[in-house]
């Protein structure tokens, strides 16, 4: 069974820590290349039903930390591996409901994996702009000496209001710090959110900086 899309993973468990979710997931079958997870997520109540994307690092990883969730609050969450045949199967669909307790885990920094908590400052100034059918997207790095975390990569996410099954998909890259800067070819005219998160040798990810661009298409006789 080579060359497919990945299968889905299974067996996903979840342990919150204040308003994060620690998650681990077993991988299905990769088919035949090397794979790597996207969580998506949502609030189950909410006007906007657009799912949340997030990339894990590194490939084949198979746990992972999310940030930023509230507090008392109902989501649905499902976890999706792609390869160099695109996206494969979801897993189903989980209900996570966050409670507001104290949870005596949040005291300690460090899991099995040696995952922490600590996260990068996240990048600034970004910056986007088009010449023809590109998109040029440039970002300023964080000032480092505010932060002790080293960033190792950083993760442009992108969308845009061309739909797939009533679905806003969303697309990811993964850029090599200290490179900070990359070009977005053969877009279509639609509007382009962008988000560039810096992710750390820890496994952990800052809060994402958003811009977004109109692209327009001129066509000339």
Do not use: C
């Not at 820590?17 to 609030?43: A, C, K, M, V």
């Not at 906007?48 to 507090?71: C, G, T, Y």
């Not at 669909?93 to 949040?106: A, P, Y």
């Amino acid at each position: 069974m080579l060359d497919t899309t990945p299968q889905a993973p299974h067996h996903i468990q979840y342990k919150q820590i204040s308003s994060n979710l620690f998650l681990s997931w077993e991988p299905g079958y990769d088919g035949g290349r090397t794979q790597y997870f996207s969580i998506w997520y949502r609030l189950l109540y909410s006007k906007k039903r657009n799912w949340n994307q997030i990339r894990v690092i590194p490939n084949n990883a198979s746990e992972f930390i999310l940030f930023d969730l509230k507090i008392q609050q109902l989501y649905e969450l499902t976890i999706v591996a792609e390869n160099d045949f695109g996206l494969g199967t979801f897993s189903p669909i989980i209900l996570i409901e966050l409670n507001n307790t104290k949870d005596s885990s949040i005291d300690y920094l460090y899991y099995s994996n040696k995952t922490t908590l600590f996260r990068p400052l996240s990048p600034i100034n970004l910056r986007l702009s088009q010449s023809g059918s590109n998109l040029y997207i440039t970002w300023n790095h964080p000032n480092m000496i505010q932060s002790s975390i080293n960033i190792l990569y950083y993760v442009i996410q992108w969308r845009s209001t061309i739909l797939f099954n009533n679905q806003q998909s969303q697309q990811s890259i993964i850029i090599n710090y200290p490179i900070h800067s990359y070009i977005l070819k053969d877009i279509k005219q639609s509007k382009y959110i962008i988000q560039i998160l810096a992710y750390s040798d820890k496994g952990t990810y800052s809060l994402p900086i958003e811009s977004q661009i109109n692209i327009r298409m001129f066509f000339f006789k």
